[in-house]
């Protein structure tokens, strides 16, 4: 049968994505075996805990919304600093969500400025064509945007936010429209109202053009906390998913569905997770307990920076420094990163399925 050109190209491309994502994951492995310590390759950061939604997957909305972030002079200082970090290949930046800093754009443009891959998360509410165009002129290099269902009721009720479902598609038409310098790509958790349309998600991405899908799992609302009132990660009540109604439990569904992804990927959808990852969802709601023997590789190769300039290996452990006082390069190899790493080796937290683990 002929495929076509197309086809045999995107076979191709689906391939070597595949083998790359799995031949990274089993190179960090090695080099946590080995004791080895990358720099970053990659930070993430956190410029508001504040959000305009109440997700229920979600803490950071819980209590009263915190003033406390930096403004930014002090983002300023803290791009320079990162500027001399060797190996940094991507700024990713978040929330919270970040377009309810009022200074969202002018940040964007500090952290472009440091010639470097620049990718903005964000829930989609505030993103119309004007505010697509500004970020085209920074220019943005992705904008991964969230949506959980192609049903509108579905992902209006997951976001709690009425409209929100719209919103994002009127975007997608929006993108899709004329040739794009900013990439356009999808944030999905995995969830029992919507695993049964993973693929079509997967479908609509490669459909539209897009530049890619990412899936992540249910985790406790722990997990997203609000830094301004922890100092690192609460404990969930052990069986927090007995009785979450999200959590998957057509696990048949889910093994077809996962099944189908990891074909769609060796097509070349651009289907962002490694297929180690993908085939680990379904023994993850299967027993969330032997996520624990998912080595945590995400204290090796990304810093976190939350709102208020704190340095993070983890979201799960104290800082490690603050970048307004401390230089970035020092305290990724000290003694309380040292610390955080050892630690890490025995941590049992569902956290390490998150995409930072990657």
Known sequence: MNIGHDGMLGRFRGTVNRAWGDVTQMSKRAMLRLGIVPPPFRISIDITDRCNFRCPTCSKWHGAPSGEELALDQWKLAFEKLRGVPLLRE?????????????????L????????RI??????????QAVLKRLEDIPLDCLMISLNSLHESVHDESRATTGSHRRIMELVEIWGAQARMTDLSLSTIVMEPNCGELTYLARLVQEKGLSGIMFQVLLPTEVHYSFARERSMPQPVATWYENDPLWVRSLDTLRQQVSELLVLQGKGYPILNPPSQLRRFVTYYEDPGRASKVPCLGTLSRMHIDPLGEMR????????????????RQVWRGEQARLIRQA???????CRMLNCNL
Do not use: M
Request: charged share 20%.
């Open 313 to 328: 290996l983890c979201y799960g452990y104290p800082p490690i420094g603050n970048i307004l006082h401390d230089d970035p």
């Open 109 to 116: 443009e500090l952290a472009k400025q440091q010639e470097l």
């Open 344 to 350: 890490s080796r025995e941590c049992t937290r569902l």
């Open 119 to 128: 990718v903005l998360i964000t829930n989609g509410w505030f993103v119309d």
């Open 91 to 107: 700024i990713a930046i978040g929330g919270g969500e970040p377009f309810v800093h009022r200074e969202v754009f002018e940040i």
